[in-house]
T-cell receptor
Framework: AQSVTQLGSHVSVSEGALVLLRCNYS??????LFWYVQYPNQGLQLLLK??????LVKGINGFEAEFKKSETSFHLTKPSAHMSDAAEYFC???????????FGTGTRLQVFP | SQTIHQWPATLVQPVGSPLSLECTVE??????LYWYRQAAGRGLQLLFY??????ISSEVPQNLSASRPQDRQFILSSKKLLLSDSGFYLC???????????FGEGSWLTVV
């Protein structure tokens, strides 16, 4: 069975600072991994996904994530935060054999001027 | 790309009343369809998923049910709502195995 752990329910950074949102996964098979962003009162938008190709995945809005099998991690980073990045971010894992997408509990990112 | 329509966007229902949330998908055929619930301050919980018409898998025992009467239509229902059913419900669609899962804009349900 798959599971996802997001460390830190809230992360605060200053505008221009590095953003690091942590995600660790558990999977009995090579997983697919995703990061989604949710703006207030909206659905989820895909930021990026890993499907066993390159381990460093680049997504939209300047975000990227690196798949590290040895650490079972898929942390999301952005070199320089922007005010518009303030949102809730969800890491998710899916079993390629079933396609069920299991989410972490989310991390709320605040960006201060 | 896919477009996912959910309605109603907002719903306030009394305890014990029935529920019907509808989701339709455009831009793909024979998708995998999902219902998730997001309770306030919590993550997303997978409620149901469907790989085809009439094929529904329930992930958690609860007061809700789902149906898929047509290929691109997915309905979430309840006969009698509980206070604990309040939350943000998201419909999602996946065009083919391994493809990205896309989400609708969500439906806010408040049970009073």
């Amino acid at each position: 069975a798959q599971s996802v752990t997001q460390l830190g329910s809230h992360v605060s950074v200053s505008e221009g600072a590095l953003v690091l949102l942590r995600c660790n996964y558990s999977s009995s098979v090579p997983p697919y991994l995703f990061w989604y962003v949710q703006y207030p009162n909206q659905g989820l938008q895909l930021l990026l996904k890993y499907t066993s190709a390159a381990t460093l995945v680049k997504g939209i809005n300047g975000f990227e994530a690196e798949f590290k099998k040895s650490e079972t991690s898929f942390h999301l980073t952005k070199p320089s935060a922007h005010m518009s990045d303030a949102a809730e971010y969800f890491c998710a894992v899916s079993d390629p054999n079933t396609d069920k997408l299991i989410f972490g509990t989310g991390t709320r990112l605040q960006v201060f001027p | 790309s896919q477009t996912i329509h959910q309605w109603p966007a907002t719903l306030v229902q009394p305890v014990g009343s029935p529920l019907s949330l509808e989701c339709t998908v455009e831009g793909t055929s024979n998708p995998n369809l999902y219902w998730y619930r997001q309770a306030a301050g919590r993550g997303l919980q997978l409620l149901f998923y469907s790989v085809g018409i009439g094929q529904i898998s329930s992930e958690v025992p609860q007061n809700l049910s789902a149906s898929r009467p047509q290929d691109r239509q997915f309905i979430l229902s309840s006969k009698k709502l509980l206070l604990s059913d309040s939350g943000f419900y998201l419909c999602a669609s996946q065009g083919a195995r391994g493809n990205t899962i896309y989400f609708g804009e969500g439906s806010w349900l408040t049970v009073v």
